[in-house]
């Protein structure tokens, strides 16, 4: 029987798990279970092929646990959807606001609402909490995190207004039930939230008891409850909406205990399962509510703040002997040759970073690499992190030793060798191994043994879980299998294999890229402007070859020239030809759209670059002689080494509008004198490049502070890198922008927000290509430009605190262990961050070298 690559894929996408109206996970559950192996089965049959399925179905069809199997299942269920999450959350934000204004009635109906939808408020769309008792169902929601406490049995609250509830106090309860409506309305909302908050917290002991979710109306949590009603002990609350339709459609019962959260709509149930593994691991739940529109969108912002978007982290720690970065260039290279390089992003983690900084939310894998021993200070917050749902892979790291009770058998050393994959997870095995190290933490569960040492059979990979929290330590330097001189191929393989396996086992999806090789540029602009571009060059090219610090660019036309092959270190440039047989870029649409004096007026394209910032950076031949009144940028349909702020990487796939734009500004000039300016009008420029056009005003793109475009509050579309050099009182700066226009990855697209856009608001907004994109964006930055310099920044600001989303907003400014309060009021005279203190204190923050996490409201202060 052929086996379709994508069974699990597809099981999910109609799993009964989550679409139909089952009454026992038990029955379905088994019924999908005897399906995989039935297909794991058939396949094995035709020997030929190879197992199309994956190796969570293999897992799954050869395990004998119940729990580990579906385990299995949902892991590889969470990888699928990993993916998509992000822009699922965005969705849901769409899907419940339609609900909302499509469904009032039934909404009203559902919950005895009717009066409050007849009264004036709702039909002006607000369903309002009239008062805090069970029977009147609050109808406005927000999200609230109900992270586990120390010991598991209880739970802190946290609501939407960042309060953190007491605990599981009943006098709490009752106190909040009996309090009186009060006449203000935010008022009403939050005794109403925190009243059902107790009820839910009251019954619900949080902890590794559970087993199963059960699905409760929020009428129930309302009734049965306050009643102490037993259906709630040792439950876990994932989620639930206010819609009745969509109740309807939800299955009474789901199984597996750690099934993770979900929230509903009408159209579907949105597993978000991706945040919430961490929920559940976590101990933590999170609500979701449905919500009157207009309260919506900062609440639902609000409770995305939760949930990360950008492309989620994968962390190395290397420790304090690692001082010149080897072993962390040394993991970095091995993990990077597996991994899916357009889903994640590495970084160094360092010791101090790791008590002050704001990791763990993005944090998909912490890879712990070091040698040396850790502080007790940091194996605490590390411990937190695996407990909290966290994924750690210990490459040979000492912090393995440090989790565990006992030392470690003296056998269990790093070692390079030969080792054999445990399949099967044999029980007496995993006896020996308590034997050996009884786990400390984790006491309960059992350690697995992943890989074992091929002569010995001592466990050399062992796999700790808690929850969807899950530790692998490794005593095989699987970093080292990427060094050429050490292995031969077959241990390369076989390692490279295993740390697959085990990344997998990790949740991380490991496809990794094959780097494109890199692609000439051409020259595209009128024939005019053409000529004075090369007869500008002409005096500075030495035999066509304009020379950088780094990069060389090679003139010549494709008919003349001897190309040669584009590398980093030389680029060819293609300067004759017709502009529109050349490329994919499609110069007509481009000029049809561009309508600048000077800006834009060339372009360079390339389909695969290192960076677009390269072609101007370090090459002041180049950039000098270029004509005054004929501005350049360079376009890329990829880039392999993509430059973020901050040294970070900027993740490239096609889809991405990825541009860097030339411009010359005199010192002694409105903007030469305030550059920090520059990335501001940049990323003003991207935002109203769409939002100026007839229809588009009311998309809901905005700016973060310093210069990063999002999508609502949360997601992560765009972002801009400046970059100058000076000479002769003129700057020259180089403008890099990227713009994510058509990609669905890695967070969510222009182009899906236009869609998204349309569909809520009945609306046909066209999509944006690449091509008028970099257009519009070129003109505003011009004209934006202009007025800069004549009019200085005052009307500039008008326009971006229109689209920027931090003004009065309370942040934490914090250097070392120092924190303080302060109020955001705006940008200084600079274009730099301008906080005022509690005493009223002004001052200017750089976005340079500080640490941000302004929807965090934190802003942290580069050591000095
Ligand atoms: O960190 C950021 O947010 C800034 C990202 C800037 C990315 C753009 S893509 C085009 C240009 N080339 C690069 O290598 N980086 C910029």
Not at 484 to 493: A, F, S
Not at 520 to 545: C, F, H, T, V, W
Not at 571 to 594: D, H, M, R
Not at 692 to 712: A, M, T
Request: aromatic share 8%; charged share 20%; with cysteine.
């Amino acid at each position: 029987m052929a086996v379709d690559p994508n069974y699990l894929t597809n099981m999910y996408e109609t799993s009964p798990l989550v679409n139909d109206n089952c009454t026992t996970f038990r029955e379905k559950y088994n019924h999908c279970y005897t399906k995989i192996a039935q297909d794991v089965e058939d396949n094995q049959a035709v020997t030929h092929m190879k197992p199309p399925i994956s190796d969570e179905a293999m897992s799954v069809s050869s395990s004998t646990d119940d729990s580990a199997a579906a385990a299995a299942v949902f892991r590889h269920l969470d990888n699928l959807v990993r993916d998509r999450v992000n822009g699922e959350l965005e969705k849901l934000k769409h899907n419940v606001h339609r609900i909302l204004s499509d469904q009032q009635q039934d909404f009203a109906q559902a919950f005895g609402l009717h009066d409050e939808l007849s009264s004036s408020e709702a039909s002006a769309s607000h369903v309002v909490p009239q008062n805090n008792r069970g029977d009147d169902t609050s109808s406005d929601g927000c999200q609230f995190l109900v992270e586990g406490d120390s010991d598991c049995d209880a739970a802190i609250v946290r609501n939407d207004y960042g309060e953190q509830l007491c605990p599981n106090c009943n006098s709490c309860l009752e106190s909040a039930a009996s309090e009186n409506p009060s006449k203000d309305k935010e008022e009403e909302e939050k005794i109403a939230m925190k009243y059902l908050l107790r009820l839910m917290t009251a019954s619900s002991r949080l902890g590794n008891a559970l087993k199963r979710i059960e699905y409760r109306t929020a009428r129930d949590f309302l009734t049965v409850i306050p009643l102490g009603g037993p259906t709630f002990e040792n439950s876990h609350l994932i989620g639930f909406s206010c819609d009745k339709r969509a109740l309807l459609n939800v299955p009474q019962m789901l199984g597996a205990g750690w099934l993770v959260g979900f929230a509903l709509t009408k159209l579907r149930i949105l597993n978000l399962t991706s945040s919430c593994t961490k929920v559940a691991g976590a101990n933590e739940i999170s609500i979701f509510r449905s919500s009157p529109a207009t309260r919506l969108t900062s609440h639902v912002s609000k409770a995305m703040t939760t949930k990360s978007s950008k492309p989620p982290n994968i962390l190395i720690y290397t420790g304090n002997s690692d001082t010149e970065g080897r072993r962390f260039t040394e993991v970095k290279k091995a993990l990077s040759q597996v991994i899916n390089l357009h889903s994640y992003v590495m970084y160094r983690i360092y010791e101090q970073q790791i008590t002050t900084h704001p990791w763990v939310e993005n944090t998909a894998l912490l890879v712990l690499g070091n040698s040396d021993s850790m502080s007790s200070k940091v194996r605490q917050v590390f411990v937190k992190y695996l407990e909290s749902g966290g994924q750690i892979l210990s490459l040979c790291s000492p912090f393995m030793c440090q989790v565990v009770k006992k030392p470690l058998d003296k056998h269990l050393k790093p070692f390079i060798g030969s080792f054999r994959v445990n399949q099967e997870v044999l029980p007496d095995a995993i006896q020996d191994f308590s034997a050996l190290c009884q786990p400390y933490y984790f006491e309960g569960e059992k350690a697995k043994i992943v890989a074992e040492e091929e002569t010995s059979r001592k466990p050399v990979v062992i796999q700790i879980s808690e929850g969807s929290g899950n530790a692998l330590f490794s005593l095989v330097h699987f970093e080292s299998f990427t060094d050429y001189g050490k292995l031969h191929g077959q241990e390369q393989d076989a390692g490279r294999k295993m740390l697959v396996h085990i990344l997998k086992l990790l949740g991380i999806s490991c496809q990794p890229l094959e780097v494109p090789e890199l692609t000439p540029l051409y020259l595209l602009a009128n024939e005019q402007d053409k000529k004075r571009l090369m007869q500008s060059l002409r005096s500075s090219l030495e035999e066509g070859i304009c020379k950088g610090n780094q990069l060389s660019l090679h003139f010549g036309a494709s008919d003349e020239m001897y190309i040669p092959n584009a590398t980093e270190e030389k680029l060819p440039v293609i300067c004759q030809g017709e502009n529109s047989k050349a490329v994919t870029f499609n110069w007509s649409t481009y000029q049809k759209c561009l309508s600048t004096k000077v800006l834009g007026k060339v372009v360079l394209y390339t389909d695969i670059i290192t960076s677009t910032q390269t072609v101007f950076d370090g090459n002041y031949t180049f950039t000098s002689n270029i004509p005054e009144d004929l501005g350049i940028v360079v376009i890329a349909g990829q880039q392999v080494k993509g430059q973020g702020r901050g040294g970070n990487v900027w993740l490239s796939p096609s889809g991405c509008l990825m541009f860097s734009l030339h411009v010359r500004i005199p010192f002694a000039s409105n903007l030469g004198r305030r550059l920090p300016y520059l990335q501001h009008i940049a990323s003003l420029a991207a935002v109203e490049a769409i939002t100026s056009q007839p229809g588009y005003e009311d998309i809901n793109i905005r700016l973060k502070w310093p210069n990063d475009v999002y999508y609502g509050q949360k997601i992560k579309i765009g972002g801009v890198i400046v970059t100058s050099s000076a000479k002769d009182n003129i700057l020259s700066a180089v403008m890099g922008m990227g713009i994510n226009i058509s990609n669905t990855k890695p967070t969510i697209s222009v182009n899906e927000i236009i869609s998204l856009h349309n569909s809520e608001h009945g609306t046909n907004l066209k999509q944006l290509t690449t091509e008028e994109m970099l257009a519009r964006t070129v003109n505003k930055i011009e004209t934006l430009f202009e007025d800069f310099q004549e009019n200085g920044s005052a009307p500039f600001l008008k326009k971006y605190y229109n689209r920027w989303l931090h003004s009065e907003v309370t942040v934490n400014l914090s250097a070392n262990e120092d924190k303080k309060e302060v109020v955001i009021k705006g940008l200084d005279e600079f274009g730099f961050l301008l906080v005022q203190t509690k005493s009223g204190e002004s001052l200017s923050v750089q976005p340079d070298g500080n640490t941000f996490d302004m929807l965090k409201n934190l802003i942290a202060i580069k050591n000095s």
